[in-house]
């Protein structure tokens, strides 16, 4: 059998395709069609990751694939896709109904099974039918593939750790000398090395893609000395969408969503951003099932702009995002590179800002702190010392992808305009100096050695006071500079505002 012509056969032919995404993908691909058992690959969002199984599967024909996944979002987007690609497709998780189960069952029990590709819920792999379901395909030997997608979520260094799903590590046995394929994003090398310790399979092969310099503006800002944050936000949305008449027709085509830590703030903010002209929604789990469905639909026919959530959930994605703000601190840096890196489905600039404060940086660090599923020191501090990298990566003053790059064990240039940093150094560190010496004059918080370090050096080699009255004056010249080519967003005014108010505080007179 010509592997490679079929391989290329299938791209074109089911998948629609004419080229791979990348030599990462192909070389994955070709080097599991050519019968390597234990593959384990790593790959950013939207570069191809799931094609890398869901091909191979495909040149087996008349057996089956069985690919583990935690979200089931994911798996219900995955399954919808291969549907329309006429591939057959099917899941099984706790929620799936008696008859859709039965029917699946019954399918896969036949002489020639139609279903190709079966997804599974993690907490399906230790259910004893489920178990028993694979026995009987792999005595048929009608089993390609074992799968584990999101492999990271096994590792208690994995941003996203799901205890049953460590749990199918000791049903090991039964997959023995099955062909395995471990999938995952863009994971440190300590993830890899758990994974490897915790799921050991001879002569594996890995292939782990470079991070991508995508093209996201990242920034980040403080709540605590911004004077009027909801319209902050407001004309974040008003550059990211490229406009500034909200009721332009051009806003049909941009979308943005913002994360927060809980349903109250979430309200909030739909409340402010609706009452300043940006059409939002809530999203969260405790709307009930009929409101769920209007908001999909909403959101996907493009009647509201701004969808405002407490999770990543999968029908976002359905529309073309062009931001995403975090009304929060995100956990670490896996997971927010993993959340930002997949709205980056074409050449078009997008953008992902970062409000960083005090009351969130304190309620994330809490709720890491007391995780209701984790009574395990040993995991919470491995959390916390994620956490603290995030919040490292938030108060340096440095290229923000040099330093995601450098986080996953890759060595990069500067972006030169791709963050706050390389386009405004001077600004950002104004704004960062501030914060920190406000957060240590006002709450007596420090925020690690590497950022106190930073805090010191700056107070010797600068003249803060000389820099702050400089930006003030910039913005006296100027009623409302916002600067729309591609470049950060300059609330002068909000600064002129706020530092007026904090000089009438004797504790802060000393800061400035």
């Not at 950013?44 to 979002?73: D, T």
């Not at 002209?277 to 099932?289: E, F, V």
């Not at 896996?334 to 953008?351: D, H, P």
Request: charged share 25%.
């Amino acid at each position: 059998m010509n592997i490679d012509k079929n391989t290329v056969s299938i791209l074109k032919s089911v998948f629609g395709y004419e080229n791979f995404k990348n030599n990462v993908q192909k070389k994955a691909i070709i080097t599991i069609c050519k019968g390597f058992k234990n593959i384990f690959i790593s790959m950013p969002p939207g570069f191809g990751r799931s094609l890398c199984f869901q091909l191979p599967v495909l040149l087996h024909k008349n057996k089956v694939g069985i690919i583990f996944s935690p979200k089931l979002s994911f798996i219900k987007k995955e399954v919808e896709f291969l549907r329309s690609k006429q591939i057959n497709a099917a899941f099984l998780s706790k929620k799936s109904k008696t008859k859709e189960k039965d029917n699946i069952l019954n399918d896969l029990a036949s002489k020639c099974p139609t279903i190709s590709l079966l997804y599974a819920t993690p907490e399906m792999g230790t259910m004893t039918y489920f178990m028993q379901l694979i026995l009987s395909l792999k005595e048929r030997t009608i089993l390609s593939y074992i799968v584990f997608n999101e492999v990271h979520c096994i590792s208690e260094w994995g941003y996203e750790y799901i205890p049953c799903y460590a749990k199918i590590i000791k049903i090991h046995e039964i997959y023995k000398h099955i062909p395995k394929i471990l999938i995952t994003t863009t994971v440190t090398y300590k993830v890899i090395e758990d994974v490897c310790k915790l799921l050991p399979l001879e002569n594996l092969k890995i292939f782990r893609m470079p991070v991508q310099q995508i093209n996201i503006l990242y920034d980040v800002w403080f709540l605590d000395i911004i004077s009027h944050p909801f319209d902050h936000l407001r004309k974040f949305f008003i550059q990211a969408f490229g406009f500034l008449d909200l009721s332009s027709q051009e806003i049909h085509k941009k979308f943005g969503v913002i994360y927060c830590r809980d349903i109250i703030t979430a309200e909030l903010l739909k409340k402010e951003l609706n009452t300043l002209g940006i059409s939002s929604l809530t999203y969260h789990h405790k709307l009930n099932n009929n409101t769920k469905c209007n908001i999909e639909n909403n959101w996907i026919s493009g009647k509201i702009h701004v969808i405002i959530t407490t999770y990543d959930y999968g029908f976002i994605h359905k529309k073309s995002i062009r931001c995403i703000v975090y009304w929060t601190v995100p956990e670490n840096i896996s997971k927010y590179y993993k959340e930002t890196a997949q709205i980056c489905s074409n050449n078009n600039r997008v953008y992902c800002r970062i409000y960083f404060s005090m009351k969130e940086y304190f309620a994330v660090k809490f709720v890491i702190e007391n995780h209701r599923l984790m009574n395990n020191m040993d995991h919470i501090k491995k959390r916390l010392l994620e956490y603290e990298k995030l919040v490292s990566y938030c108060l340096s003053v440095k290229c923000r992808h040099e330093i995601i790059s450098e986080y996953f064990g890759y060595k990069i240039s500067s972006c030169k305009m791709n963050c706050d940093v390389c386009i405004n150094e001077e600004m950002v560190m104004i704004r960062t100096f501030k914060f920190i010496m406000y957060s240590e004059k006002m709450k007596g918080i420090t925020y690690g050695c590497d950022i106190n370090e930073f805090v010191k050096k700056k107070e010797i080699e600068l003249n803060i006071i000389e820099k702050v009255e400089d930006s003030l004056k910039i913005s006296e010249n100027s009623s409302n500079n916002i600067v729309h080519n591609n470049t950060d967003i300059l609330c002068n005014e909000q600064y002129k505002d706020k530092l007026m108010k904090d000089k009438q505080k004797p504790l802060l007179l000393k800061i400035f």
